[in-house]
Structures are given as structure tokens and as C-alpha cells.
């Protein structure tokens, strides 16, 4: 879901809707919590887009990681430079410059690590396969479920690799 229309359902919600959304801040992209805090100031709701800010203040470094990677590799796709991610992070969620680098590196572990997982997932079922094919040893679907995660996840490996070799030539070339 786009920005404009969270802000648009956001505005379309009654207190309550809103209420529960506060409570469930954990599950909210962090650019969706500025904008439910911004709906409930609107509609003098105070209080409560206080606790937003206060919640927001006692988690500085408490974001889950897999957010904070997805956010990262959005901000990369988007072609920020190292630079201003870093700035983005400090600004948008407290995060200082080192520990903005430790996320970055590892995302840049997790895209080798699923490459490896990708390619053990396929190799592995593909060899079994042709041993049960040449012993004329009926295979399942199993093998074949297996490869297909493994393509998924050395495919996923692979974007995040890519997408951290473009951040580390974009800032280079700066």
C-alpha cells in the first residue's frame, strides 16, 4: 500500500479503528506510524499521538531488524546514497551512524547467507532426484517443493546483494 492512500484509509477511520492501529504500532511501517500520529493531532487526540511518540522514543533501538532491512533496501531501490540513509535513519528513528552500519552489514550477510541456503536447496534435492530417477525409484514432490524454495531464496539473495553492491557504487561514485 502506497503513502497517500495509508494517509487517505487513516483519515478515513473512526477513533477507535485508529485506537487499535496505536496498539498494533509494532506491525506499522515506520512512515505509517508519522501519518496515524498526524490523524489522531488532527482529530485532538493528544494523548494519544503522545504515546505514539513516546513508544516511538523508548524503541530508539528496539525495531525489529527485518524492518529495518526493508526499509534499507527500500531506501536503496529508491537509489539514496550510504550517506543519506544514514541521515534518514539518524533523523526517522534515532539510529546513529555505527549501528546504521552494523544493519547494513548484516543485510549484506543475510543476501549471502540466502544465496547459500538457495543454492544447498537446490543442489541437494536435484542430486537426490537423478539418484532415485536412475534407479527407477519414484522421486515425490517433496524434491521438487524443495528446489522451488531454494529458487525463491537464492533469488532473494541475489536482489539483496545487488541492491547492496548498488548502494556501495553509488557511494563511492559521490
Known amino acids: 500500500m502506497d503513502i497517500k492512500t495509508i494517509r487517505e484509509n487513516?483519515?478515513?477511520m473512526s477513533i477507535e479503528e485508529l485506537t487499535k492501529l496505536v496498539?498494533?504500532?509494532?506491525?506499522?511501517?515506520?512512515?505509517?506510524?508519522?501519518?496515524?500520529?498526524?490523524?489522531l493531532i488532527s482529530?485532538?487526540?493528544?494523548?494519544?499521538?503522545?504515546?505514539?511518540?513516546?513508544?516511538?522514543?523508548?524503541?530508539k533501538y528496539h525495531i525489529s531488524e527485518s524492518v529495518l532491512f526493508d526499509y534499507i533496501t527500500k531506501?536503496?531501490?529508491k537509489g539514496f546514497s550510504e550517506t543519506?540513509?544514514?541521515?534518514?535513519?539518524?533523523?526517522?528513528?534515532?539510529i546513529d551512524k555505527n549501528y546504521s552500519?552494523?544493519?547494513?552489514?548484516?543485510?549484506n550477510s543475510k543476501g549471502k547467507e540466502n544465496i547459500i541456503i538457495g543454492l544447498a536447496m537446490?543442489?541437494?534435492?536435484?542430486?537426490?532426484?537423478?539418484?532415485?530417477?536412475?534407479?527407477?525409484?519414484?522421486?515425490?514432490?517433496f524434491p521438487l517443493l524443495?528446489?522451488?524454495?531454494?529458487?525463491?531464496?537464492?533469488?532473494?539473495?541475489?536482489?539483496?546483494?545487488?541492491?547492496?553492491?548498488k548502494i556501495k557504487t553509488t557511494s563511492h561514485t559521490i
Do not use: M
Open 10 to 12: 487513516y483519515k478515513k
Open 84 to 94: 543519506e540513509i544514514d541521515k534518514d535513519l539518524e533523523e526517522k528513528h534515532g
Open 43 to 59: 482529530r485532538e487526540e493528544t494523548q494519544k499521538a503522545l504515546n505514539i511518540t513516546n513508544y516511538l522514543l523508548s524503541i
Open 146 to 165: 524443495l528446489i522451488g524454495i531454494g529458487i525463491w531464496r537464492l533469488n532473494k539473495g541475489l536482489l539483496q546483494r545487488k541492491v547492496n553492491n
Open 122 to 141: 537446490i543442489i541437494i534435492p536435484l542430486v537426490f532426484g537423478i539418484i532415485l530417477i536412475s534407479l527407477n525409484a519414484f522421486i515425490g514432490i
Open 101 to 107: 552500519q552494523l544493519i547494513k552489514s548484516n543485510l
Open 23 to 39: 496498539a498494533e504500532i509494532k506491525t506499522l511501517r515506520p512512515e505509517a506510524i508519522l501519518f496515524l500520529q498526524q490523524e
Open 75 to 77: 531506501l536503496k531501490k
